[in-house]
């Protein structure tokens, strides 16, 4: 399995980013796919997740912001993201289940 983010920089608040997650080596169209983050100092934590149907669970500090997408026919997933602010700055890693594979992460940094 393997999962390549792309997509991360450098924004000012306000500003928004999106990211892409292209998979290999699984059955794209039957995974859950999930986009997580993990802030310097802080545990690792969901930011939204879509299902193989196209069911979307997003964070709480999502709601509103972000959108999570996925295109079965590139084995991608995305996540718009809108409106950042700083306490978005993050590493963001994209993930599949139910093997539980990771990527290698992209880093989104947002400027006050």
């Known amino acids: 399995v393997q999962l390549v983010e792309s997509g991360g920089g450098l924004v000012q608040a306000g500003g928004s980013l999106r990211l892409s997650c292209a998979a290999s080596g699984i059955r794209f169209s039957l995974n859950v796919m999930g986009w997580y983050r993990q802030a310097p100092g802080k545990q690792r934590e969901l930011v939204a997740a879509i299902t193989s149907w196209g069911s979307t669970n997003y964070a709480d500090f999502a709601k509103g912001r972000f959108t999570i997408s996925r295109d079965n026919t590139k084995n991608t997933v995305y996540l718009q993201m809108d409106n950042l602010n700083a306490d978005d700055t993050a590493v963001y890693y994209c993930?599949?289940?139910?093997?539980?594979?990771w990527g290698q992460g992209t880093q989104v940094t947002v400027s006050s």
């Open positions: 993930n599949v289940r139910p093997s539980n594979d």
